[in-house]
């Protein structure tokens, strides 16, 4: 299934995607695509509610209409770092043994075509296109990867947007970079494992002004989503609704020689392959 939220700020309705731009309002079903939603959820009731008002023609069309995040605010962001051998080699720096682990504030969730603000002061606001892992039950101390997929509600496309300065100049504390307002669009939708096939074989790209600055494939991934939960699992309890983001692949602004960064006025587009598309506006 594909689970989105619609409506301006903080007012936002659940809903599953049906497809060409229709879905189906289930906020009388569920207050809210959250933590306690998803530890409880039983897919196959919800895909029998859903394909029954879609049979009765209680279907509504998006259109014009915001999207937000398609999970409300999370108990946490985590965020991986380097988890690209080629883009941790476009940064000069070593392929990890284990997972780099960082946080990102909760209240940088926006949702997917929300604009994204330069912070007060930057100078090096970078893009970064990823595959977002959303928990659908409390983990700690997982043993298997088996174990830990169990524990995967479903999957998100995110911007991973960062402030280089912030986060590699003021300090060497990445989340200071990783923290400012606006700074992780998440969505279109939830998307449940069922529907995304092979996690480890999905396209994902991003585009400046339609200049195509990334195109890789989850392939070439260090260590696996499932891999990822598992190992956190093991520093940190998880809880339902918590988002983490897997990391990008090359081509990140920081990369170029000479570095291109966002200043205002640019138009980001992104996709991950079965998970949806992105548009931000950047806004000085």
Excluded at 7 to 19: A, K, L, S
Excluded at 89 to 107: R, S
Excluded at 116 to 134: A, C, F, H
Aim: proline residues 7%.
């Amino acid at each position: 299934m594909r689970f989105i939220r619609v409506g301006e700020p903080g007012r936002e309705r659940p809903g599953v995607d049906v497809g060409s731009g229709r879905f189906v309002d289930i906020s009388d079903l569920v207050p809210e695509i959250d933590g306690a939603f998803l530890a409880s959820v039983a897919i196959p009731e919800i895909e029998a509610l859903v394909a029954e008002r879609v049979a009765a023609g209680s279907v509504e069309t998006l259109g014009d209409r915001r999207l937000g995040a398609p999970i409300a605010r999370p108990h946490q962001i985590l965020c991986i770092g380097l988890n690209y051998r080629d883009h941790a080699e476009e940064t000069g720096q070593a392929v990890p043994d284990e997972p780099i682990l960082f946080t990102k504030a909760p209240n940088t969730l926006v949702g997917p075509n929300d604009d994204v603000q330069i912070p007060r002061n930057s100078t090096k606001t970078d893009w970064e296109v990823e595959l977002g892992v959303v928990i659908g039950r409390r983990a700690s101390y997982l043993e298997t990867d088996e174990e830990a997929e169990a524990c995967i509600a479903g999957y998100v496309l995110v911007n991973d947007v960062s402030e280089r300065e912030f986060q590699i100049e003021r300090g060497g504390q990445w989340s200071k970079g990783k923290s400012c307002p606006t700074f992780n669009p998440a969505g279109p939708f939830l998307v449940t494992p069922d529907e995304v096939g092979d996690v480890l074989d999905l396209g994902l790209w991003l585009d400046v002004d339609g200049v195509r600055k990334q195109d890789s494939s989850t392939s070439q991934m260090v260590f696996s989503p499932a891999f990822i939960v598992r190992y956190l699992s093991w520093f940190l309890t998880l809880e339902p609704g918590d988002l983490i983001n897997t990391g990008t692949p090359p081509g990140v602004g920081m990369g170029f020689s000479p570095q291109q960064f966002l200043h205002g006025g640019e138009e980001v587009r992104l996709g991950i392959t079965g998970l949806g598309e992105q548009r931000q506006r950047v806004l000085a």
